[in-house]
């Protein structure tokens, strides 16, 4: 009856226009088209402030506060790391959706399922390399973060439970990317997470530990129960509890303000909810429209990223009977794998962890000092500096550049074609390999090739003379490279390395290894061939 009442009052057209008003103010949760088109144009709200009304009703909103101080809106205050944060796990959860469409999490599927994803899923491995840039970044973005509030001294009171919530978020994080490590089921994973682990035995008494592992694992060794376990972690009860404590840590942060500066303050007080209403900018529209416009740009070049420089690696499949020559951990746990090699497992990877994340936990107690200014701070700020570059050095003594060396035979082969990951050999590419015998001690064989296969023959050369010079069991060394065609599209590399020892006695080592045209390393890109050249130099330096 309204309705009709209304085309009669109104006629057909103004009715209308009244209608979708309507429907437009009730999705917008107050704002009506004239207000939209007000802060379209940037002008001032009217007042009262239609657009207070959001925050109150609007799901979305309803976690955000209605106006900053302008002193936090600054790019240079927080670097909006909180705001990437928490994109970030949603950017996530959207793409790991969306992968576990052509997801089994069982040995016999894990694997085919994947290379069926990069291989005949459309955009396929676009959306991985999408969903694993996206974890790595999330972990470094969230430890930033956390790095972030420590230096400005965000941690004090009133804001201890923040932080507390802040490094539960941050121990969440690394383990919802670890988990998700195994679930490639290739070498590259499988070792990693057998690894880490079997640091579960250490914890003591022995039955417990044991049993730690046992749980973790699903089995004495990983396998189905393991893959199935680290997959529910995964996708359903790490993402659950990082969300619980995601609005819990937001709650406490609109509860009590984002901190000012700390030289706009005075020692010992917290104004941040004491916003001068000269000093306000409000949530709409100029933070949201800033807010919006830095994650298009970051999810823009998160995009361009993927397409032209990052590759998500994909090893061969897990082989239980075969572990890979210079196994690593993740990287953002490169320094438990630097501890292990000076400690033993239970003070690397028990006893320092559980100090450190208690430690991280009690800073806001254990630090009485009541100012936020760096000036006052210089104990704190120096301990934090020398904690990070601790970090620093273990993550690189947990690399396999630092203590772990094979046999020189091994290694230079291990250099130019690695068993896991991409070598100078995939690099190069496949229709860089020429078909024959080539000799490290011979020049003329590398001089007749094109750049890219001479340039891999020199590192290869570079490589056996440099244990040559520091080896004294490696002497009179040259090796061969032996290139032929064993099926159309598919070309075998066999190396050979021919030495002396100290003794005169002669040594011989052989490794075969086969090459497709269709691999799925890079060979498009000259960047990347550049890097792993340098790091080769690195290695085996002139």
Do not use: C
């Not at 239609?50 to 009703?57: A, F, G, M, N, T």
């Amino acid at each position: 009856m309204s309705v009709m009442q209304d085309i009669r009052e109104k006629g057909v057209i103004g009715a209308t226009a009244a209608a979708l008003e309507d429907v437009f103010t009730r999705v917008t949760a107050g704002i009506s088209p004239g207000e939209f088109r007000k802060m379209l144009r940037g002008e001032p709200a009217g007042r009262p402030n239609p657009r207070l009304k959001p925050h109150s009703e609007a799901f979305l909103l309803h976690i955000k506060p209605t106006y900053y101080h302008e002193s936090v809106t600054k790019w240079n205050h927080t670097f909006r790391l909180g705001l990437l944060s928490t994109y970030l796990f949603f950017f996530e959860l959207i793409t790991g959706l969306l992968l576990m469409i052509w997801y089994a999490p069982s040995p016999e599927r894990a694997y085919v399922d994947m290379i069926r994803l990069l291989s005949n899923v459309p955009f396929g491995q676009f959306l991985r390399d999408l969903h694993r840039l996206g974890a790595e970044a999330m972990v470094a973005i969230v430890t930033l973060h956390m790095v972030r509030t420590y230096l400005t001294g965000s941690y004090k009171a009133p804001r201890q439970f923040t932080w507390f919530t802040g490094v539960i978020l941050l121990v969440l994080t690394l383990f919802l990317s670890f988990s998700g490590y195994l679930l490639p089921w290739d070498q590259l994973a499988f070792w990693a997470v057998t690894i880490g682990t079997s640091m579960a035995e250490a914890v003591p008494p022995a039955v417990v530990g044991e049993t730690v592992n046992l749980l973790a694992r699903g089995a004495p060794e990983i396998g189905a129960n393991g893959l199935l376990r680290f997959y529910l972690l995964h996708v359903i009860f790490l993402p659950l509890l990082l969300i619980l404590f995601f609005f819990v840590h937001y709650y406490k942060v609109v509860h009590f303000g984002i901190s000012l500066p700390a030289d706009e303050e005075e020692v010992g007080e917290d104004t941040a909810n004491r916003v001068p209403a000269d000093k306000r900018v409000y949530f709409l529209p100029d933070v949201l429209v800033d807010e919006l416009s830095f994650l298009t740009a970051f999810t823009t070049l998160s995009i361009f990223l993927t397409v032209f420089f990052f590759q998500a690696p994909l090893e061969n499949i897990a082989n239980p009977q075969s572990t890979p020559l210079h196994t690593v951990a993740p990287w953002y746990f490169y320094w438990l794998q630097g501890l292990l090699k000076v400690a033993d497992k239970f003070i690397a990877g028990v006893l320092v962890p559980g100090v450190l994340l208690v430690l991280l936990m009690a800073i806001p107690y254990l630090d009485m000092n009541p100012s936020r200014r760096a000036r006052d701070r210089r104990v704190a700020i120096v301990s934090g500096i020398v904690a990070g570059v601790l970090m620093i050095i273990l993550s690189w003594m947990g690399t396999p550049e630092y203590a772990v060396k094979g046999a020189p035979s091994v290694e230079v082969v291990q250099e130019i074609m690695p068993e896991e990951g991409a070598g100078l050999i995939h690099e190069v590419g496949y229709a860089h390999l020429p078909l024959g015998v080539f000799r490290t001690d011979m020049e003329y064989a590398i001089e007749q090739e094109d750049e890219h296969f001479a340039e891999l023959m020199h590192h290869f050369r570079d490589g056996v003379r440099y244990y040559e010079e520091t080896d004294p069991d490696f002497n009179a060394a040259y090796a061969v490279l032996n290139i032929t065609q064993d099926q159309p599209g598919l070309k075998r590399l066999r190396w050979e390395v021919y030495w002396y020892n100290a003794e005169g006695i002669p040594g011989y080592f052989e490794r075969k290894f086969w090459l497709h045209e269709d691999s799925l390393y890079w060979e498009e890109y000259g960047w990347k061939r550049e890097f792993v050249k340098y790091l080769s130099d690195l290695r085996f330096p002139n």
